[in-house]
């Protein structure tokens, strides 16, 4: 079996650990100097992910937005922006989602077996849909991405639910943590990480490999694998009070 794609899960949370409120316009977390930072650590990775409940209500595009990073990644003979991978439970995934109908990389839907055909009917020629058993695990979703699509690094963008999954799994190379400077204080708004059972306890505390101030967020990056290390150098880190770990991927 070919080797686990290297997994970069990227978030940014208010104080209080929200990714957004109630209200039904998406609430910014960031920046602009730190959406300029995600876009190059998309440029990096073979494939961005988020879950379906994110297409749903984000609506993203998980395009790379810079005209000479998509110029840089096409001299490197690879798509202008990177592979949309997104994972469903229960098959609801809009048809006219910008995920589906944005950009020209190759756009893959992990679902159970048993709604495989379902959504190939809705999806058509959009994306191609992939069963992984009876239910979706990460591992299972990494396993295939490698050994099936040919993809050797992975960002995670969430959601919260996603982003529990792959932590409770222990399958993360590293995290970036933004943390915005306000507070959210609603009891129902999505959290950036659910109950679960971690690997990484008072007892095995994660190594926080870099920080950087970025603007008036805080960029906290964690190793959490002995594999940790930007992708290609160190294009994607600011300038300013990063410390970085570097590493080269085998």
Known sequence: MSERPYVTLSCAMS???CLDSTAPQRLAMSNASDLD???EVRSQNDAIMVGASTVRRDNPRLLVRDPDRRARRVAEGKPWSP???TVTSTGDLPPDAHFFTTGESPRIVYCPDGLVES???V???RATVVGVGEQVTMAAVLDDLAS???IRSLMVEGGGTVLTQFL???LADELHLVIA???VGEPRAPRAFGAGSFPWTASRRARLAGSAQIGDVVLLRYALSDRVGMLDGERSLPEAGWRPVPYRMP
């Open 15 to 17: 104080i209080d650990g």
């Open 37 to 39: 930072r995600v876009d």
């Open 83 to 85: 592979a949309k991978i």
């Open 119 to 121: 959504l190939r009917d």
């Open 123 to 125: 999806l058509g020629d």
């Open 148 to 150: 099936a699509q040919g």
């Open 168 to 170: 409770e799994e222990d």
């Open 181 to 183: 400077p306000f507070f």
